[in-house]
């Protein structure tokens, strides 16, 4: 009766793609790249993977194991466990919920991109000043991020098994062979400059997987540790309540080992993928320097880049932003799913109505997003150096500020409070063996809370 109403995932593998949807997004596809490019490429990678089969490793499963044992979301999760920690179940819900209002946005953009390429008109997309009077104008941002959010509702409406799992299941695969394909064709591609000098794929290759050491000082080594630590957890979609609704999703049979080494794999290849992608073609038509950080990568180089290539350029574009639709989708609908579930359960109604009155919220949250390139535009400088609008804002206090703050305090309270053997009995419950235990207790106790700790007073400016 009580799984029937909440409802969950049908199979090990559909627990796996869904996670992993949530877990592939826009950061894997635009924001690893440009992190490994401006931060020493092999290097980068090199940390990035020992971090994934560490700390990201712990940080996922303590999400998973939480959500499969207690059956709960979030908001009610860590109180049910500790009355005393209700507070960080609500702190976490907070989360999805300020993401919300601006993933849809960004979504938008990207939709608008795909119709742009899907009739022709790539060329226009390249030139300088398009993206900026596309997201400062009135109508069209609001259009395109309504539609992609009535999307992302009709699947979360739909439920768990007829909705995510089903949809997970058609795009990811999809999603897996769009990437394979480009990152071929950039290794193929070459390019001679106006002055004469030739570039190639290979070379671009070569500009992301050799560790680039020169000039290396600790400060140095010190960025990229967290670059690579606040890309990972961003990446894996973890401490935001998302993947503890998943994991209360999961049956018990399920071995949430294999599942949890499956989705970081996933999302780990995708983002080296990415990286195989944007790299190499982004270096053969305009060197290092096109690798700018931020929205202007996807949206004002990657263009450039298409148009340079001539008429393959919108073929190619086109499949770039059809399948970073498909990753943006995948990420949205967790989202959302989140705080329908979470939603669900604390006013006891159905999926049906709560799906649309948060659908309805949150359309009205967009909009104002959307206005903070006109209507309410305003520059605000942050403590980490940047200049912020309304999109920004959101962005930092969601996953600058809370992020690192409400995965310390999951750290304390698995490590320190209910022991992390409390997580351990979870991961065998299904009769298999959790190898990796020891690290994962010791992870968990010292060391990602002392990494997290960092993490949050870096992004709180104080160095
Ligand atoms: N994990 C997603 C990515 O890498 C981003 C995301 C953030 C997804 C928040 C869900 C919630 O892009």
Redesign the pocket.
Known sequence: MEKKKRGGFSSSIGFVLSAAG???????IW?FPYLAAQDGGGLFLLIYLILVLTFGFTLLTTDIALGRRTKKNALKAFGSIRPKWDFLGKMTFLV?AI?MTY?AVVGGWITKYVLVYATGAGQTAAQDEYFTSFITSKAAPIFFTLLFLALTSFVVYCGVEKGIERFSKMVMPGLIFMIIGIALFSLTLRHTDASGVERTGLQGLAVYMIPDLTGITISRFLKILLDAMSQLF????VS?G?MITYGSYVKKDVNLNRSISQIELFDTGVALLAGMMIIPAVYVFSGTEGMTSGASLMFVSLPKVFSAMGGIGTIIGFVFFVMVAF?ALT?CI??METLVANCMELFHASRKTVSLIVSVIFAVASVVICMGYHVFYFELPLPNGQTAQLLDLMDYISNSFLLPLICLLTCVFVGWVIKPQWIIEEMEISGHTFRRKKLYAFMIRYVAPILMLIIFLQSAGCF
């Open positions: 949530s877990a592939v997004g826009v950061g894997n924001r999805p993401i993933y961003f990446s894996l979609s935001m998302i990753a990420s967790s989202i």
